[in-house]
């Protein structure tokens, strides 16, 4: 991705000497209605030369010149070149790239055992990171409407980067709040995707036992230069008031919400969210869920426009710890088809078939995922009552 080096952004990047980080203090982004894009963000014929003169957005242009500069700098684990790619061939459309140095450098995950596990202050969490992994703060202007209470939202490095521009969006950290999702959070999340003008800036949240390696309320955000197969999958309505659907065609099922852009819609898409994740959490059942621009709900197709923000929900097998011996975890970016393959034998020898295989085996029982589905169903058809 083309990044100016001439932004006059200063204030977000870090002062030459070390010894001044911890004093300059955290930056605000400061937004309002006007810098959420709702409309005019698709993909071109030609990705790759489109996204060398991407015209970026403000929030663009303030993230990526401030990473790149951490990176630079040293902040990272490792240096992040560009990752070798390949749609693997079938029906899906999986997203395969080698990323050797996070499979190995990565920060072990922590001693997880529940999916309502509480935070530990003695774990590592992100108030013990380095003062110059902290890229700014999250701060909504005054009077946008439908939301009472602003929280605090710090963007921080992601210092094992799966991609260009891998943050991390952590509310109110000092609160110590364990990796359960809040509305908050998800707001931040949604407004996030509509802050960029770049069509593959996604965000995504793993849940205790859905691959979560810290136990510290944060979501993922990170730029791909490629179409997923979630953006424009076709799906079926669960609920007659249209606001629940399933998604098909994709590595797996999923429960789709959709909203065309800010306002009332959003605010209740963020309710019906939580309500949801709230139940899987209660009920000990892992989970992951993505956040893109993509196609509304129904009959679509890949090629479909990307009129609104889709938020694909997976209940999965609850799983601790990470296997090493498997080509990839299964975790949000997985089961939306962005596969970050660890070595490259696999990255070599991987097909639709056997990442089929590997994510299939981490969703839940027939019986159970119906269980959750009625659930579900029900709940929001009583959010409509």
């Known amino acids: 991705m083309a990044i100016p080096h001439g932004s006059n952004e200063t204030s977000y990047l870090l002062p030459p000497n070390k010894e001044d980080w911890e004093g300059q203090g955290i930056p605000d982004f400061v937004y309002g209605q006007k810098d959420l894009m709702q409309e005019g963000i698709q993909?071109?014929?030609?990705?790759?030369?489109?996204?060398?003169?991407?015209?970026?957005?403000?929030?663009?242009?303030?993230?990526?010149?401030a990473w790149r500069q951490r990176m630079e700098l040293g902040l990272f684990r490792y240096c992040l070149g560009e990752l070798q790619t390949q749609t693997l061939p079938g029906t899906v459309?999986?997203?395969?790239?080698?990323?050797?140095?996070?499979?190995?450098?990565?920060?072990?995950?922590?001693?997880?055992?529940?999916?309502?596990?509480?935070?530990?202050?003695?774990?590592?969490?992100?108030?013990?990171?380095?003062?110059?992994?902290?890229?700014?703060?999250?701060?909504?202007?005054?009077?946008?409407?439908?939301?009472?209470?602003?929280?605090?939202?710090?963007?921080?490095?992601?210092?094992?980067?799966?991609?260009?521009?891998?943050?991390?969006?952590?509310?109110?950290?000092?609160r110590g709040?364990?990796?359960?999702?809040?509305?908050?959070?998800?707001?931040?999340?949604?407004?996030?995707?509509?802050?960029s003008s770049h069509p593959g800036f996604r965000i995504g949240f793993n849940s205790l036992g859905g691959l979560a390696s810290v136990n510290h309320l944060h979501l993922h955000g990170y730029y791909l230069a490629h179409r997923l197969p979630v953006e424009g999958a076709p799906s079926e309505p669960l609920d007659p008031g249209g606001h629940l659907y399933l998604l098909q065609a994709v590595p797996a099922p999923g429960f789709l919400f959709y909203t065309s852009g800010p306002g009332p819609d959003l605010e209740a898409l963020i309710s019906r969210v939580c309500l949801a994740t709230n139940y899987l959490t209660d009920h000990e059942i892992a989970h992951n869920l993505f956040v893109t621009r993509g196609a509304p709900p129904g009959k679509t197709s890949p090629s479909s426009a990307l009129t609104g923000i889709r938020v694909i929900l997976w209940a999965r097998k609850s799983s601790f710890g990470i296997k090493e011996s498997e080509a990839f975890n299964v975790a949000l970016c997985e089961l939306a088809g962005h596969l970050p393959v660890k070595t490259s034998q696999d990255f070599s020898s991987l097909t639709e078939a056997a990442a089929l295989a590997l994510i299939q085996d981490c969703l839940l029982p027939h019986d159970q995922a119906e269980e959750v589905r009625a659930a579900l169903v029900a709940l929001v058809a009583q959010e409509e009552q």
Do not use: M
């Open 93 to 174: 459309g999986f997203v395969a790239q080698l990323n050797v140095e996070r499979g190995v450098q990565r920060r072990p995950p922590q001693n997880i055992r529940s999916v309502r596990q509480p935070f530990d202050p003695e774990q590592f969490n992100f108030n013990k990171i380095r003062p110059g992994e902290v890229l700014f703060r999250l701060h909504r202007e005054p009077g946008l409407p439908d939301v009472l209470q602003q929280e605090e939202i710090l963007v921080l490095i992601n210092v094992s980067p799966l991609e260009w521009g891998h943050v991390l969006l952590v509310p109110e950290p000092a």
């Open 43 to 65: 993909w071109p014929r030609n990705v790759p030369s489109f996204l060398n003169t991407l015209p970026l957005s403000r929030f663009d242009t303030v993230l990526c010149s």
């Open 177 to 195: 709040l364990p990796q359960r999702l809040l509305p908050g959070a998800l707001r931040a999340g949604l407004e996030a995707v509509l802050l």
